[in-house]
Each structure stands twice: as structure tokens, then as C-alpha cells.
């Protein structure tokens, strides 16, 4: 079986865009697949490998840092490549391994020789020798020549083709450039550039047309005369995106390339590129858009957009698992005949079904709603065992250490979020790793969808009331409730030695007064157990909902808990 090799390729420009990752998954999938089943066959000249190469040659958009926030974010969603630039990789590794939420990261990534670097380096920004080179290559073969026009002339050139198009009533203009340099002759071109005239270099697209045969939308035929000459070597002697990739690509040995469908209009200039250095094309994958709720094209600036903002309240199981299902259908299978139409996969379940002929054609819809769903499901799974729940007391651990919650709040609130004080009974205990993981435990079962719920939904916790706040709740009870819990509810909690047994705490909460009671007022009635769980809620959380009252108890501990019930 032939090694399959790919690469993703993203230019630092800025943070990881959702779609960017969904391309990083589908190219990690793919890899990951191919290097299990080649294992133990012959080597081949090159193994089976995910690249991350980085793009920087349009060093007018280069953003410092983008590329290690880019390698990091691989690296904490656990698509972790197998070749690319060393330090930044292992710098991103080294990141992922401090943060608590990150995905576990692969074995092979303690290897001292990870990442291999057999085709470096992995920055275009250093290889642009060899694309220079390249580009002698096509200006002495013919399949390229120089463009000495100004940018003025270029600007015209565009005004014009929008002009036209505008006239026959599209949005899409025609090619822009009339080829007006081609007719220089080789010596002249020549003469031009030696007496250091600025130009661009341009490939020469040559009649005819060009078949496509994309593993996703089939067979594409494209004539020629749509394809515009395009830019391959800038005037500040850097290679475009369209020369640049195929180069590398070639030399790095990719066999398919899996990437976003925006680029599926510019592929025959990259086929025409290889067919002109006399190479074997690889194969072709392009990837639907993912659109918004709107139907826009996604942007960073949506909720969901932007990889490293998600980092915070998402799990990257569920991240990864949410972007797979963005364009891509599970397989039928004999063995497990719902497959097709489950949606809760991990990573190692996705490399072992995942088939880049399953893709869809149509675009994807991104919805916030349905990333939450998916979040919840898999914070479900972790917490089923030991080391999950562990996982998820480590995350909440990372939040509450970077969560404002001695900030400054509002005193006539009564929600859970503007509990400010610190637990007075424990200094430092509300930020205990066993502490928190009771605290995980006992809610995880309640509608937790974004890993920040627990430090600020559940902030009672891990922080007391102020003054105010307590007034203020104390003001919402009821005198029956009120004089219920003080004269009932208390002393019966205070006969247990711990609030470690759930079932005696349920038990406790349900006293009552007599009816002739005089602490209760006149005419009260009997009272109803949800009016009491009510204000046994209010003053033990000040939040309408959450964990049952018995739950929440318990894990707060007796001391506590009493000291609240008492307030009222």
C-alpha cells in the first residue's frame, strides 16, 4: 500500500478559523489511517505523515505569534502532526501538556526525534531559494514569463474586467490581465529585469482545458480560457501561494491534498504548474464551505469561529467531534448498524471509520447550539470514569485560577455569580483538587454545557454571599419557609454528625411545624415541599435551579451549609 501523505498548510495571519481545523482533522484522519494500515509493510521512501507546514511568504499579512498559536491549538485538539518545524512543535506540545483541557496527546510526541523533519524546513519563508530556482525552470521552458506592468496599469486592467462584468449583469469578473508582457521576447524580458526593472513572473496558461477528478465533486472540467496568467513570483521576489504549494508539495512528497473548496477554481493552475515541471499531480479533496446560521460564509468574528476563543469553555474532543460532523456522513457498517447515524465519535473512533468519500458536496451549517450539545455529550463521557472526572476537576482547577472571582459585584443580585467571598470556614479549600472534584461530581449530571459553567453557574461553591446579597435573598422568603427552615428544618440537620449521607439529608428537609405553631403566621397553611425546597435553594446557592438540595449540601459540608440555612 502506498504511503499517504498530507499536510496542512495555514498561513499566520492570525488564530486557528474553525474551517481551518475541520481541513487539520480531515488531513489527520487521513494520515492517521493510512500510517495503521501500512505498519509492518516495506518501507517506503517516505512513511505515511500528517505535515504542519507554515505559509509565510505574504510577509505584508504576517502576524507574530500566529504561527505558535496555530501549532498550539493543533496540539491541544490532539491532531498533533507528525512532521513540521521542530521548535515551534515542540513548543506547542510543551503548552498543550500546562493546560488542563488539552486532548491527550499521542505517545509518539515524547520521542526525542519527534517531529520528523525529513523534508524541512517547514517555513516557506526559508525555502524561497528553491523556489526561485523553480521559477528559472519555467521562464527557461516557456511556461512562465515576466510582467513589467505598473500597478497603476494592473488597477486599470481590474476596473475594466469589473466594468464588463457588471454590464452583463455578474458579480464575477472575467480574467483581468490581457496578457500584454507574453509578447516581450525572451532577450528583452531578459535585458529588462538584469537592468533592475520592477515585475512580477507569470505562469503562461496554454490553450485547452483541464479535468479534475476531486475525490469530492467528481469529475471538473475547466476550460482554459477562464483561467487568468497568474502571479507566481511577486516584485519583492517572494513566490505566491499558487507556486509556492505546489513546489513543496512535490518535494514533501504529498499524495493528496484535502483543503477548502475556495480553492477549487485555482486548481488547474496548480495542475498546470506540475504538468509543466513534469510531475505527477497528487490527488485532490475539496472541502464544503461551512456557512453561518445565516447562511454567510463562517467568519472568525462568530461565536464558533475562532479555534483559540473556544479553548476556554469546550473540550477539543468536542470541538474535533462537532467539526467532523460539518460536511462529513459516518459510513454504513454491518457490525454496528447505527453508525450511520450516530453523531458522539472520539478521535480514535473517527480514524478508524473516517473516509474522505463519505465528505458531502453541500455546505455546512455552524450552529452554537449544536457545539454546546456535542460538549455536554462528551463531558458526560469523561465524567463516566475515574480518570475522566479527574480530567474535568484538573479544567474547572485551570478556571477558577483564572476566573475574577474576588472581582467587585452587585449587592442587590442574588444569582450565584456574584458570590464573592471567600468560604471563610476553609481558607484555600474551595480551590482543592479533591474539593472540586466532589464539587464536578455532584453536578455533572445537571445541564452543564460549557466548561466555565462550574466557576461561574456554580460559583457558590466556591465562594460566599456578601451581607447584602444575603439580605437580599433573605428578604424573597417566605415567613412559613423561613420560620420552617429555622425552627424545623435546623435542628434536624443538626442531629447528623457529617451531610456525608444524602438520603438523612432528604430526610431532614422534610420537616415541619405543627399547623398551630405559633412561629409560624397566621393563616400560613400547610406548606408545600417545593416552596421550602425553594428557599432552602435560595439560601444555599441564590440561583433558582441546579444540583439537588441534598447534593449540594453534601458537598458544601455541614458547617457550611448550616451557617447558610441559618441566615434567614
Given at each position: ?207 485547452g482545458k483541464t479535468v479534475i477528478n476531486d475525490l469530492v465533486y467528481g469529475r ?128 480514535e473512533e473517527l480514524v478508524q471509520i473516517f473516509d474522505v468519500r463519505d465528505i ?209
Amino acid at each position: 500500500m502506498s504511503a499517504l501523505r498530507v499536510r496542512f498548510a495555514p498561513s499566520p495571519t492570525g488564530s486557528l478559523h474553525l474551517g481551518g481545523l475541520r481541513t487539520a482533522l480531515f488531513n489527520f484522519l487521513s494520515a492517521e489511517k493510512s500510517r495503521r494500515a501500512s505498519a509492518g509493510s516495506p518501507g517506503a521512501a517516505l512513511p505515511p505523515s500528517f505535515i504542519l507546514r507554515i505559509e509565510d511568504t505574504d510577509r505584508t499579512r504576517f502576524v507574530p505569534g500566529a504561527g505558535e498559536q496555530l501549532a498550539r491549538s493543533l496540539c491541544w485538539s490532539g491532531l498533533v502532526p507528525t512532521e513540521g518545524p521542530g521548535e515551534l512543535l515542540v513548543a506547542a506540545r510543551e503548552a498543550a501538556r500546562q493546560a488542563a483541557s488539552s486532548a491527550p496527546l499521542a505517545p509518539e510526541t515524547a520521542a526525542p526525534h519527534w517531529p520528523a523533519e525529513p523534508c524541512g524546513p517547514y517555513h516557506q519563508s526559508l525555502r524561497t531559494g528553491l523556489y526561485r530556482e523553480h521559477v528559472d525552470r519555467l521562464l527557461e521552458s516557456g511556461h512562465a514569463y515576466r510582467c513589467f506592468c505598473t500597478p497603476e496599469r494592473l488597477d486599470q486592467m481590474r476596473a475594466w474586467a469589473q466594468a464588463a462584468a457588471a454590464k452583463q449583469g455578474s458579480s464575477q469578473a472575467g480574467l483581468s490581465y490581457d496578457r500584454h508582457c507574453l509578447s516581450l521576447s525572451p532577450e528583452e524580458s531578459r535585458r529588462r529585469a538584469q537592468a533592475g526593472e520592477a515585475h512580477t513572473v507569470r505562469l503562461a496558461v496554454p490553450p485547452g482545458k483541464t479535468v479534475i477528478n476531486d475525490l469530492v465533486y467528481g469529475r471538473i472540467e475547466i476550460d482554459h480560457a477562464q483561467v487568468d496568467d497568474q502571479i507566481l513570483l511577486k516584485s519583492d521576489a517572494y513566490p505566491t501561494y499558487h507556486l509556492a504549494n505546489v513546489v513543496d508539495d512535490h518535494h514533501m512528497g504529498i499524495t493528496h491534498v484535502l483543503r477548502g473548496e475556495e480553492w477549487l477554481s485555482s486548481t488547474p493552475k496548480h495542475i498546470l504548474l506540475y504538468h509543466a515541471f513534469g510531475w505527477t499531480p497528487p490527488r485532490f479533496a475539496h472541502l464544503p464551505l461551512l456557512l453561518d446560521e445565516h447562511r454567510a460564509k463562517l467568519s472568525k468574528r462568530h461565536a464558533a469561529g475562532n479555534v483559540a476563543a473556544l479553548e476556554a469553555n469546550y473540550l477539543p474532543e468536542a470541538v474535533v467531534n462537532f467539526v467532523a460532523m460539518l460536511g462529513w456522513t459516518p459510513p454504513r457498517s454491518d457490525a454496528d448498524p447505527e453508525q450511520h447515524t450516530r453523531e458522539v465519535f472520539s478521535l480514535e473512533e473517527l480514524v478508524q471509520i473516517f473516509d474522505v468519500r463519505d465528505i458531502n458536496r453541500g455546505s455546512a451549517v455552524v450552529s452554537v447550539e449544536k457545539l454546546n450539545w456535542f460538549n455536554r455529550q462528551h463531558i458526560l463521557r469523561l465524567a463516566a470514569t475515574p480518570e475522566g472526572l479527574r480530567r474535568l476537576a484538573d479544567i474547572v482547577l485551570d478556571h477558577l485560577a483564572g476566573a475574577a472571582l474576588d472581582g467587585p459585584a452587585d449587592a442587590a443580585a442574588t444569582t450565584a455569580e456574584h458570590w464573592t467571598r471567600p468560604i471563610p470556614e476553609a481558607p484555600g479549600a474551595a480551590v482543592d483538587r479533591e474539593y472540586v472534584l466532589r464539587v464536578v461530581a455532584a453536578i455533572v449530571t445537571d445541564r452543564i454545557a460549557l466548561l466555565g459553567d462550574v466557576s461561574s453557574t456554580y460559583r457558590y461553591f466556591f465562594r460566599e454571599a456578601s451581607p447584602e446579597q444575603v439580605a437580599a435573598i433573605r428578604a424573597t422568603l417566605a415567613p412559613a419557609v423561613a420560620a420552617t427552615i429555622r425552627h424545623a428544618v435546623l435542628p434536624e440537620l443538626a442531629r447528623l454528625p457529617d451531610f456525608a449521607d444524602e438520603k438523612a439529608l432528604s430526610a431532614c428537609l422534610k420537616a415541619r411545624l405543627p399547623a398551630d405553631d405559633p412561629r409560624l403566621p397566621a393563616g400560613a397553611g400547610p406548606l408545600k415541599q417545593k416552596d421550602l425546597l425553594q428557599g432552602l435553594r435560595s439560601l444555599l446557592t441564590g440561583s433558582p435551579a441546579g444540583a439537588p438540595i441534598a447534593t449540594v449540601m453534601a458537598v458544601l459540608g455541614k458547617q457550611v451549609a448550616e451557617r447558610r440555612l441559618a441566615e434567614c
